[in-house]
């Protein structure tokens, strides 16, 4: 069974925690066990940890990305 | 009135004879001393005229020094004008170029100053802006929009 960490700003639903054990399983073929955090600060969206891969889908990471545009101008 | 011859050549003779003495003694030595004395003045006029010679001779040899002198010294202050004029100019140029580098550093550091305050014045206005969309969107983002995010998120990894 392998550790995935999944961060999110709010608690995860029991229909959305299947969603995301089911991207994920699929994403990283094999067969995970989730490790949930929640973290305000990520705002919304979702975080996703395996070894040393991460996706970031959260907002806060988008308005990071945004931010980061705006100031290269 | 008788004449008597033997008086009268008595007379001839004895006026011959004091003649005579007379220019023996008398006329050659004074002769002499008056030629003597004429060629003293000879000699003190040809001197007179030998030193004024000599004396034109100094005066013009003077005046060449002089006017040498004076040539001299005029090309000596010509160069001299010529060098200072050439030192004013590379003085001038020197100070203008270092003038016209200052002016160029000041523009410069001038326009890295307006780009520094203009990058500050956009992060600030960007971090402003950041802050006040995460917080609308952090107080707008339920539960259930925010269930919703998720979701679309997977399915657009997915794909």
Redo the contacts between chains.
């Keep these: 069974m392998a550790e995935v960490i999944i961060t999110?700003?709010?608690?995860?639903?029991d229909?959305?925690k299947i969603?995301?054990e089911k991207?994920v399983a699929?994403?990283f073929s094999i067969k995970p066990t989730l490790k949930l955090q929640v973290d305000?600060k990520v705002?919304?969206?979702?975080k996703i940890q395996y070894g040393t891969e991460e996706?970031d889908?959260t907002?806060?990471a988008k308005?990071n990305s945004?931010?980061q545009q705006?100031?290269k101008? | 009135m008788d004449i008597q011859l033997p008086q009268i050549l008595f007379q001839v003779v004895n006026f011959g004879v004091v003649m005579g003495a007379l220019t023996y003694l008398l006329y050659k030595p004074v002769q002499k001393a008056l030629d003597d004395r004429a060629h003293r003045i000879a000699e003190g006029q040809a001197a007179a005229e030998a030193a004024m010679a000599e004396k034109d001779a100094l005066e013009s040899q003077k005046r060449k020094l002089e006017r040498d002198n004076d040539k001299k010294v005029a090309e000596l202050i010509e160069q001299a004008t010529k060098k200072a004029q050439a030192q004013k100019q590379e003085i001038l140029a020197k100070a203008k170029a270092e003038a016209q580098q200052e002016v160029e550093k000041l523009k410069e550091q001038w326009l890295i100053e307006k780009q520094q305050l203009k990058q500050d014045m956009?992060?600030e206005l960007?971090?402003t802006?950041?802050s006040v969309?995460?917080k609308v969107?952090?107080q707008k983002?339920t539960?259930k929009?925010?269930?919703k995010?998720?979701?679309d998120?997977?399915s657009r990894?997915?794909k």
Excluded: C, N, W, Y
Aim: charged fraction near 20%; glycine fraction near 8%.
């Design positions: 999110t700003a709010h608690s995860l639903a229909a959305d969603l995301v991207f699929q994403r305000p705002i919304g969206g979702i996706i889908a907002v806060a308005l945004v931010k705006l100031l101008g | 956009r992060q960007v971090e802006v950041m969309t995460e969107i952090g983002l539960d929009t925010d269930s995010l998720i979701a998120e997977l990894l997915m």
